[in-house]
């Protein structure tokens, strides 16, 4: 792994770092690969970290408006979401409707029996 390494930061292209993730794939147990990881994602500024994390997770973006697919599109658009968009999204939504739909939206999700 040191020389799998080694030679990801010599030749520093996207060629080399991927040959590095495949070799650490097979080689690394998964808890091996979340720790480091989270050592490179910690020694990188809050923002960096953050754009990095984004990157590998490849988020889902924005939906599609409401006229293009409606709820089933939603709701495909919410599995591939990472958790951060999905409480973006979320709050700007309840944040826009109007006081009736926000007390309407209330209502059905104290309704609604949730898994624990």
Not at 52 to 65: D, H, I, Y
Not at 93 to 103: S, T
């Amino acid at each position: 792994m040191s020389r799998s390494l080694g030679y990801a930061l010599t030749v520093a292209d996207s060629f080399a770092w991927d040959g590095f993730a495949k070799v650490a794939s097979l080689r690394l147990a998964p808890e091996e690969r979340a720790a480091l990881a989270y050592a490179a994602l910690h020694s990188l500024s809050p923002y960096h970290a953050e754009l990095t994390a984004c990157a590998a997770l490849s988020p889902a973006g924005e939906p599609l408006p409401s006229y293009l697919g409606g709820m089933q599109e939603a709701r495909s658009w919410s599995e591939f979401a990472a958790l951060g968009e999905l409480k973006a999204y979320a709050l700007a939504a309840y944040e826009a409707l109007p006081a009736r739909e926000q007390m309407a939206f209330r209502k059905h999700i104290s309704e609604v029996e949730i898994a624990a």
